[in-house]
């Protein structure tokens, strides 16, 4: 799987939209991407996930750039609840059963 | 459906005890991982299965044994505890279907070896 990065922490407003950035440059051509989010304690929850088009259910949005090399989460309407720590994953089918989890991104959303 | 369910919720070892961490799905997943995650720290994987009989090593399998005779279960085995192995414990399972892979994580077993 392709190596992602993501800054450490954000901060976000209630109510005002959440874009969680993420790096994939070496992402291959039939590796998805992922995001997780892990409330405080309990288990990682899956969010969505796309391959190459803009992907949005009732969760959040995916954008990936048309080079696949990046992509951003948006929350558009953010709550106190989605304060948690968010994973943005690459992931392909080769690579079954080794999802690998890096550090995330802490976001904090403030009232 | 209870989905991922893990049994016992918290544990305190004792350096050298040995333990067993339950993990039963309810969803006919092909799939199942255990994870642990350390304070302040991401989830490592520690063994997978792709189905029953056939299990694998992820990126810290030492101290641990998996074994997978059924589809539903897939139990995670510490021997000899040491304090290094206080962690939070995540199984999860997965179903793939055209190249993608959505997992589902039970609530965690809380270790503690002192």
């Known amino acids: 799987d392709a190596k992602t990065t993501q800054p450490p922490s954000m901060d976000c407003a209630e109510g005002r939209a959440a874009n969680l950035p993420c790096n994939h440059s070496t992402i291959s051509g039939n590796e998805y991407v992922y995001w997780y989010r892990q409330i405080h304690s309990q288990g990682p929850q899956y969010i969505i996930h796309?391959?190459?088009n803009n992907e949005t259910n009732e969760m959040a949005s995916l954008i990936i750039t048309e080079d696949r090399k990046s992509s951003t989460l948006i929350l558009p309407h953010a709550t106190l609840r989605d304060t948690a720590v968010y994973y943005c994953?690459?992931?392909?089918?080769?690579?079954?059963?080794?999802?690998?989890f890096g550090q995330g991104t802490t976001l904090q959303v403030k009232p | 459906n209870a989905g991922v369910t893990q049994t016992p919720k918290f544990r305190i070892l004792k350096i050298g005890q040995s333990m067993t961490l339950q993990c039963a799905q309810d969803?006919?997943?092909?799939?199942m991982y255990w994870y642990r995650q350390d304070p302040g720290m991401g989830l490592k994987l520690i063994y997978y299965?792709?189905?029953?009989?056939?299990?694998d090593k992820g990126e810290v399998p030492n101290g641990y044994n998996v074994s997978r005779s059924t589809t539903e279960d897939f139990p995670l085995r510490l021997e000899l505890a040491a304090p290094s192995q206080t962690s939070v414990y995540f199984c999860a399972s997965s179903l793939e279907t055209g190249g993608v892979e959505t997992q589902y994580f039970g609530p965690g077993t809380r270790l503690l070896v002192l």
């Open positions: 796309g391959l190459k």
């Open positions: 969803m006919n997943h092909n799939y």
């Open positions: 994953i690459a992931h392909g089918s080769s690579n079954t059963g080794k999802l690998i």
């Open positions: 299965s792709v189905g029953a009989g056939i299990t």
